[in-house]
């Protein structure tokens, strides 16, 4: 009877598999979210390391090596480890996000980023989109600092990848050392993978870090919530499960026949904080500071919080706003970073959920639920505190320079081709791939407007290396159709008689996005104008670097998923 039984369930099972794809397959073993209790992990702080040394009291530059580890990661109490990617100065150290590298404004870190990946890739990887390929075994890694401005040799251009030990490296490949110069106004960047092909994929697996450039001099005066224990980076992104822990991505393309595996967007049901799934953090009745680097695939967050509180916007990318802004909404794109302060002495409530209502695909896709839905929650104790620390209405105000500056108008335009099923099968900015040659040129230490058109359904947050933008305006574009049709044939925005279908409403945009911005939001059926400056923006020296060597820089949307097929063009600085 047992033997019959063990037949038939051997029978039934390969019946089973002869039928389902494996995509059907993994889907079966999706772990649903509601298993995995909300809240009980605590937030971690990652390890924190200085990008200095202290020499007779004085800061003096640092190098740093970082390693690329695989290794197993617990994200929840009730998820076996799961596999993933890790930065750390060692395996057993290694963190999902890595440890955040904590650089002083003027003093230079230098990074070895060294890749100990095994041979073979933990995710599907698409060979059919424009990809990192090395001839031997390995996984093709390269780092970039989001919101440094740095020289192209240390900017993480996508073909300068290398695989484990450096044994294989990508046409562009030129240093081991990368130089981050810190001389840039404080604020807050990330580091992350920026592999040709590789890059959704690569940070799936975990390559994210969080990197903050401070400078004493202009932030100790603001008296802001500070230390350790109260001024916190929370690193968040979004993630789905196997019931055994391992990451899932879905491996069967939208386009199956044309991009096997290529998606246009990913989204995982599990949000994670600081490398765990709806942590909470228990905080005292007082004010804290939180650095909110989002580093989603493709998921917006409109974060709120539940009892009604609101909270001080300090900063946006990487620098500070000039006036700090209350809020109750706020909503962060892929890439977006945000720096605000909770002063939680003001909350009713002994415990407050930081929540997200952002619709996803963002802003046509389907609305979030109670698990999505939600981020962390702190939990409250003790009797409110008096706090030193305070939030100054006048932050640091850096002058933007007139529009009558700028040498340049560029018209920017993001388009998306479909297939006959009407999926996307790849996006391209301005109608070329990236690998055709440079067309954007500007030359260094100039201002120049740029004129961003997305013709796509979707919201592309876009992302230039090297510069800094104010946002001048959004315009919804009208009879977006006979222009799109018009762009499609010409790919020619004055041909197209771009300023004729300007007359759309305006989109005002949020007083805490007016500061200097490395990620706007474009929105669809929009023209965005932004005005850019390839110089700094707290002082008029130029560059300390030559930032027209080889490979020169990148522009791109910040959707990982649009940026690997191929949402991505060189940016070339002249002198
Ligand atoms: C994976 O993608 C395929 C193709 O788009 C789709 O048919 C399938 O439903 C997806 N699976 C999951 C779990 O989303
Ligand atoms: C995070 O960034 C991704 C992609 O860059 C974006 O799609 C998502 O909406 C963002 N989420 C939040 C909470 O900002
Ligand atoms: C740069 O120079 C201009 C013109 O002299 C001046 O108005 C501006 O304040 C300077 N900017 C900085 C950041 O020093
Ligand atoms: C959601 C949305 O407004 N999408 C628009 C994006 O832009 C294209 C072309 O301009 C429009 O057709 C879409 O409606
Ligand atoms: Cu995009």
């Known amino acids: 009877m047992d033997v ?6 051997l029978f039934i099972s390969i019946c089973l598999r002869g039928t389902a794809n494996s995509a059907n397959a993994n889907d079966r ?9 909300m809240f009980v992990d605590e937030l971690l702080d990652m390890p924190r390391i200085p990008g200095f040394d202290i020499k007779n009291g004085v800061p003096v530059s640092k190098t740093l090596k970082i390693g690329m580890y695989q290794k197993k990661w617990k994200f929840h109490r009730d998820l076996p480890p799961t596999r993933v990617f890790a930065y750390g100065t060692t395996r057993s150290k ?7 590298i904590e650089a002083l404004q003027n003093i230079e870190t230098l990074v070895t980023w060294q890749n100990h990946l095994p041979s073979k890739h933990i995710l599907p990887w698409d060979p059919t989109i424009p990809t990192a390929t090395p001839l031997h075994k390995g996984v093709p890694t390269v780092v970039h600092l989001h919101g440094g401005i740095d020289e192209p040799q240390s900017d993480g251009n996508s073909n300068s990848w290398f695989t484990s030990g450096f044994k294989e490296m990508g046409p562009t490949w030129t240093k081991k050392t990368y130089r981050y110069h810190n001389f840039q106004q404080p604020g807050n960047l990330w580091y992350h993978d920026h592999a040709m092909g590789l890059t959704r994929v690569n940070l799936l697996a975990g390559l994210i870090g969080a990197y903050i450039i401070r400078d004493r001099s202009i932030e100790t005066p603001l008296g802001l919530p500070h230390g350790d224990d109260f001024d916190r980076p929370l690193v968040i992104f979004d993630r789905s499960f196997l019931i055994d822990g391992s990451l899932y991505m879905n491996n069967t393309g939208n386009n199956p026949s044309i991009h096997p595996q290529w998606q246009p967007e990913y989204f995982g049901d599990v949000i994670i904080v600081n490398g765990k799934a709806w942590p909470r953090m228990t905080v005292h009745r007082r004010k804290y500071r939180f650095r909110i680097i989002n580093a989603s695939n493709a998921r917006f967050f409109r974060f709120f919080l539940t009892n009604g509180m609101g909270f001080k916007i300090i900063g946006s990318d990487s620098a500070y706003l000039a006036k700090s802004i209350l809020k109750k909404k706020l909503l ?20 407050v959920i930081l929540a997200n209502d952002a619709a996803y695909p963002y802003p046509s896709g389907d ?5 999505n839905g939600k981020v962390m929650k702190f939990v409250i104790i003790g009797e409110p505190e008096v706090d030193t620390w305070q939030v100054p209405a006048e932050l640091v105000k850096y002058p933007a320079p007139a529009v009558s500056s700028a040498s340049t108008t560029r018209y920017i335009t993001m388009y998306e081709y479909t297939s006959n099923i009407d999926e996307p099968t790849h996006l391209y900015i301005n109608g070329l791939s990236y690998e055709k040659p440079a067309t954007e040129m500007p030359k260094a230490g100039s201002t120049e407007i740029w004129n961003v058109i997305n013709l796509t359904e979707d919201n592309h947050p876009l992302h230039i290396h090297l510069g800094l933008f104010v946002v001048l305006g959004q315009t919804e574009l009208v009879n977006v159709d006979l222009f799109r049709d018009c762009m499609m044939k010409m790919n020619d925005a004055i041909k197209c008689h771009l300023s004729q ?3 759309g409403k305006k989109i005002a945009v949020p007083t805490h996005e007016r500061g200097w911005k490395n990620v706007f939001k474009m929105r669809p059926g929009c023209l965005t104008r932004i005005l850019i400056r390839f110089s700094y923006i707290h002082s008029n020296a130029s560059y300390p670097f030559d930032a027209t060597a080889e490979p020169g820089y990148v522009y791109h949307c910040h959707i990982l998923d649009h940026e690997d097929n191929v949402m991505m063009r060189p940016l070339k600085i002249i002198s």
């Open 4 to 9: 019959f039984l063990l037949l038939l369930l």
């Open 29 to 37: 073993l999706l772990i649903s979210p509601s298993k995995l209790e």
């Open 94 to 100: 290694a963190t999902v996000p890595g440890p955040t």
């Open 332 to 351: 962060l794109a892929p890439s977006e970073i945000v720096d605000v302060v909770f002063d939680f002495s003001k909350s009713t409530s002994d415990s």
């Open 367 to 371: 609305p979030t639920d109670e698990i």
């Open 501 to 503: 279908y300007t007359r």
